[in-house]
């Protein structure tokens, strides 16, 4: 039997799968489209039953690819029941969906989850009078202690046996119709009591206070890159590291040496050895790069950022930094993908599938593949420039900076179009459950194992292949007097930046033994950072954009990251 669980964006919806299914659950992409949901199953009584978290919507009425999958899987799953999760904080807008999905027919339960916030809140609601006015069954429920679940799990397993009790007889009405409904439910059933704010009420209104929710968006900030940077340095010095250069390396150089003594297959899969700066096999660098210098930042940061979205701070900061993305040519909810893009582009630009048109998946897509550098690029940026002092880490990001809000002006003038407004759901802060927590980011990391990880070992192994035939010495021939010239960099750093097209992060890291100053290191790490994505990115960037769209972003990446190269050279030769 299949159920679908449904509701606005922000509900907690995930929460109350979590509580559901367990970790048992599978990820899967909607035939025909890019956009993803989850599903798993569930023991109800005797009755095993395959639950589908469907993605959030506010109506079925779609405005985004998202919203138009919801709608797509309502009406051609064909489920024995749907479960309609409702804010019980925020009766009046989840409404509209439930009433939606109630016109339909199909059997139903209706969930008010967050029912204790609403009772702090002063919320009083007539449960009884709403299921009467409904026609099904009304459960208030807080999933993330689990208060209500075992009445709910009983009411599903009886709706499962009983389908034709639980099918409401709500007449299909027209959008003025349904509000007016709406409205009529909502003044004679709840009632709100005056309280004063609580300290968590308080800090959800400075969170969007323009002065005041600017200081904790920075505060937040800076603790999220602390956290993560840390947590990744930590699992890559005390873990991987150890694990790779006593145990893997030696023994997958062995091996293959003990196979292929020599040769060319010898070269693709050890390279050079186990050194993993210098080596670019397959095995070696490929598997190194992968999960001792990308996965521990991806890791550590899909924690974090699950983290704020289920605190409830990810939407307050879309509000808060609305009005800054409309000159960019973006609203606020784009502020999710370039935050994705501090973790990694690849699933940055995999996520600006959430903004609504054309024009705003190129602009922010182009923004986050030249100004947003990834955490393992960010981490070794650091660890580079570090040692020279914080000013020379700050003209990276201040440039960065700059050119995410020029380009962004510029792009929004010279595309035409206009950037759609926000409509974005305000949940409260709550305390975020644990076990969602990490089923929420262990699907993101695999996600990303199973997107990126092949382009990664592409990408290395065409570096291979271009060092094997001597075709980087090539390329660095050739570029190398107009990028020396115009950068101040010596030929050596030219090969480093022609890989930056397959691994920004690597390419960094080459520059370290160079002997490079620190004012040099600005200029080499702004160049890489601005130009062509790494190779992962850049396929991302094709399925996405098409062709053509793709190589309007390496014409402007180009002519951006020369310009802010040899802007940055002379500023230093003159200073």
Known sequence: MKILLMGNPNVGKSVVFSRLTGVQVTSSNYPGTTVGYTK???????????????????????????????????????????????????LERNLFLTLQILERGLPTVVVLNMWDCAQRRGVHLNIQGLSEALGVPIL??????????????EVMEDALKNQHKYSPQIIPMQ???????????????????????????????????????????????????????????????????????????PFITQTVSNIFPSGLIHE?????????????????TGVYVEFAVVLPYILSFYLFLGLLEDLGYLPRLAVLVDSLMHRLGLHGFSIIPIILGFGCNVPAVLSTRILEGKREKFIASALI?????????????????GAYGLQYIAVVYGTLFILFI????????????????????????????LKTLLQKTWIRVKGFLIEAVPFVFLGILAINLLYIFGIMDF??????????????????????????????????????????????????TTFLAVS???????????KELGVKDLLKVILIMVVVALLAGTTLNLMWSVI
């Open 532 to 542: 062509f994505p790494c190779i992962a990115t850049f396929v991302v960037l094709l």
């Open 140 to 153: 208030p429920l807080v999933a993330v202690t689990g208060e209500g679940l075992k009445e709910l799990s």
């Open 268 to 284: 693709i899969l050890i390279g050079t050895g186990y050194q993993y700066e210098t080596s670019f096999g397959i095995l070696t």
């Open 175 to 249: 959008d003025e119709e349904r509000w007016a409904f709406i409205g009529q439910l909502v003044s004679s059933l709840q009632k709100i009591e005056h309280r004063h704010p609580t300290f968590l009420e308080k800090l959800e209104r400075a969170s969007v206070h323009p002065v005041y929710g600017i200081f904790i968006a920075i505060f937040t900030i800076i603790i999220t890159l602390q956290v993560v940077i840390g947590l990744g340095e930590f699992l890559i010095t005390y873990l991987l590291d150890p694990l790779y250069y006593q145990y893997y390396g």
């Open 40 to 90: 798993g199953n569930l023991k109800l009584g005797k009755i095993t039953a395959e639950l589908i978290d469907v993605p959030g919507t506010y109506s079925l009425q779609p405005a985004c690819q998202a919203e138009e999958v919801a709608r797509k899987m309502f009406q051609e799953e064909d489920p024995d029941l749907v479960i309609s999760v409702m804010d019980a904080t925020n």
């Open 369 to 385: 593949a030249m100004s947003i550098p990834c955490m393992a690029q960010t981490a070794v940026i650091i660890g580079l420039l």
């Open 406 to 433: 020029s380009l962004g002006m510029v792009l929004n003038r010279l595309i035409p179009g206009e950037s759609p407004e926000i409509f974005v759901e305000i949940p409260p802060y709550r305390i975020p459950h």
């Open 475 to 524: 390329l660095t021939i050739l570029v190398s007097p107009i990028l020396s010239n115009l950068l101040g960099l010596p030929d050596d750093a030219i090969g480093a930046l022609i890989m930056g097209f397959l691994r920004k992060d690597l390419a960094t890291a080459m520059l370290a033994p160079l002997n490079l100053t620190a004012q040099q290191l600005t200029v080499a």
